[in-house]
């Protein structure tokens, strides 16, 4: 069995039990269920039928992202050689996670997931464990502060060296008046030559108002951006 990789303080290996509401759905619960996953309740089932009732193809389309991803991670450290990777936005863990892909290629690969969930963290301990070559580590951060990311995973990537970075399914959660944009310019400018942005994305759907053009947005296809160098 993989060993544990040694946690840092600020990736707790066994952290504090969060206080988990169970009486409202919560979107990473939902999209658990959507992937098959056995971390959701029936609140959270009750709307992913509700949300695929109205897009029949809302499981297909969580599904086909979460391959993204793994194709994608695959490809860059099987065939591009990438040894770094920083996964913001990681959700709750669903085998194969991102450091079991990428580090299945490349067994020393180093992998940071980053995610603010309080159910995430409650999970986080299955992040952890890697390969004994390797680096799995994770960091309680806001998407929305990329500074503050930037800064924590720099004490455990090296960035004069290329980097991954995924922004898988998150942006439709950042509003562009929140400055999701302005997001991702501040981590693509971070990342030297021959980086690399994975990023995913659900499709809005317009027609509708209100509550469920809301559930529109979350349930449409992820649309996959290729994967390319970032420029220094």
């Known amino acids: 069995m993989p060993e544990t990789s040694p946690a840092s303080p600020a990736s707790p290996a066994s952290p504090a039990s969060p206080r988990i509401d169970t009486s409202k759905p919560h979107p990473a619960r939902v999209y658990d269920w959507f992937l098959g996953g056995k971390d959701n309740y029936p609140v959270d089932e009750a709307l992913g039928r509700q949300i695929t009732a109205m897009e029949p193809t809302a499981k297909y389309g969580a599904r086909h ?19 770094q990777f920083l996964d913001i936005g990681t959700g709750i863990p669903t085998e194969p996670n991102l450091h079991r892909v990428a580090q299945t290629a490349a067994p020393e690969a180093s992998v940071v997931y980053v995610d603010n969930d309080p159910i995430v963290l409650a999970h986080a301990e299955a992040l952890l464990r890697g390969t004994p070559e390797g680096v799995t580590r994770y960091l309680q951060a806001d998407a929305r502060e990329p500074a503050k990311i930037l800064e924590l995973a720099g004490g455990i990537l090296d960035f004069d060296r290329p980097v991954a970075v995924s922004l898988i399914a998150l942006l ?11 997001i991702v310019r501040t981590l693509v400018d971070a990342l030297p030559s021959g980086s690399h942005l994975v990023l995913s994305r659900f499709e809005p759907c317009l027609q509708d108002e209100g509550d469920r053009h809301t559930l529109h947005l979350r349930a449409r296809p992820a649309r996959h951006y290729i994967v390319k160098p970032c420029s220094a």
């Open 65 to 83: 992202n979460r391959w993204f991803m793994q194709r994608a991670t695959r490809m860059l450290a099987a065939r591009l050689g990438v040894r």
């Open 172 to 182: 439709h959660f950042i509003p562009d008046d929140q400055g999701a944009y302005d």
